[in-house]
């Protein structure tokens, strides 16, 4: 693979741009890159059937197998997590493993804006609610993401960020600020993969996949969050794991994602938030940052 082709991202850790390694990245361009691959994606890979499927064999004791494999391909760190290898059983079980508290601390100042995932991330500060605009090649509209009209208005000129978990990632997501979240709505779609090989192919992915959004009254600093998370290919499914209506803090635990990439958005109100500024560099020359759960993304205003 040419560093041409190559995903490349910001690591802020080493301030250099590094290429990403992709999980079944010659499977991805086919499907994207290829007229075959697409008529393929379009009337059998996006179905959540197959994805269901996939999950399901994730779910197998045989499975566990390719555990130690995938971790040295895609460089895990196995020592964060609070099991080792040989207690998962399954792969699933080991994709959606959690973490020893220690591994990612949660930033106690208050007027940080953290990061509720591990994920690569893009900021676009000041979007504009019903004119769509290019997300890595793949348009995208605020009002199509939320389908609700009201509801995007509120967050209109505000700012949105996009965090993209790839297979290496920790696949739980958390609450980027405390408060009190309310129930899940659930909007259905297909599971394109939401790789940026797949958004380079123009097709219409982050706003039609399917979807589950929640609000969190999170208070006077930071108003009412928008958190959406996305559905992609081989997501076996988005599983929940708050209660709507209890308070929680800010790095608790809202849902995780069994095998396969996926996103979660987060939306704030706008003049809430000021994006840290390498963030925004990047984002501008539509580069991915890779941040890590409860690190700094921003400040509040």
Known sequence: MSEKASIMIYNRVTGRLEPEVVLGEGFVRFLYETASGRFLASAIFKRRLFSKMFGLFQDTRVSARKIRKVAADLSIDLSEAEQVPEDFKSFNDFFTRSLKREARPIDPDPSVVVSPCDARLLAFPGVDQGAPFSVKGSEFCLD?????????????????????????DYHRFHFPESGVPGPVKTMNGPLHSVNPIALAGGMRILDSNLRQQTLIEAGNKAGRICMVEIGAMCVGSIVQTFKPGVPIERGDEKGMFRFGGSTVVVLYEPGRVRMDGDILDHSKKSIETFVRLGTSVGSYS
Do not use: F, K, N
């Open 144 to 168: 199509a993401l939320l389908g609700d009209a009201q509801l995007a208005s509120e967050y209109a000129g505000g700012t949105l960020l996009i965090y993209r978990l790839c297979p290496a």
